[in-house]
C-alpha cells in the first residue's frame, strides 16, 4: 500500500513538472515567435511562463527531496558512526517536517486572501500561483516522512541488533 501511495505521488509530481515545463517553454518560444516574426507580442506569455516556473521549482525541489538532493554540508556526518549518523538524520528531518507544516498552514492564508487578487494579464487567482507551495511541500513532506521511517528502523536494528 505505502509503495502505491509513493508511486501515485511520484507520477503525480513528474506529470506536474512535465506540464510546467511545457508550458513554460511553449509560451516563451510562442512569445518569440510573435514578437520577432509576426511583430505582435503576445501580452500573457510571460506571465503564464514565470508562473509555471513557480510551480516546477515546488515540485522539482519535492522530488529533489525524494533524492536526497538537497545542498547539505555533510562532512562531519560523513565521518560519524552509524547510530549518531542516523540520530543526527532523524532530528534533521524532524525539523524539516516542523519547518514544512508551518510554512504549509501559513500559506492557507495566503492562498485564501489571494483568491480575490488577479493577475495582471492573464486575469486568474493568484491563489492558484500559491497553491504550488502547500502541494510541492505536501508531497515533500511525505518523502520526508518515508525516509524519517526508513530511518529509524534502520537505527533501532543497529542499536539492538
Known sequence: MGKLIVKVIDGFGYFLLVVATLVMVISILLQVFFRYVMNAPLYWSEEIARYAFVWLVFIGAALASKRGAHIGVDYIVMHLP??????????????????????????????????????PAMRIPMGYIYMAIPIGLGISSVYI?????ATIKRAYRSRYS
Open 145 to 149: 516522512v518515508i525516509s524519517l521511517a
Open 82 to 119: 552509524e547510530l549518531p549518523k542516523d540520530l543526527l538524520a532523524i532530528f534533521v528531518n524532524l525539523l524539516v517536517l516542523f519547518f514544512i507544516a508551518c510554512v504549509i498552514y501559513m500559506s492557507v492564508g495566503v492562498i485564501q486572501s489571494n483568491m480575490t487578487q488577479l493577475s
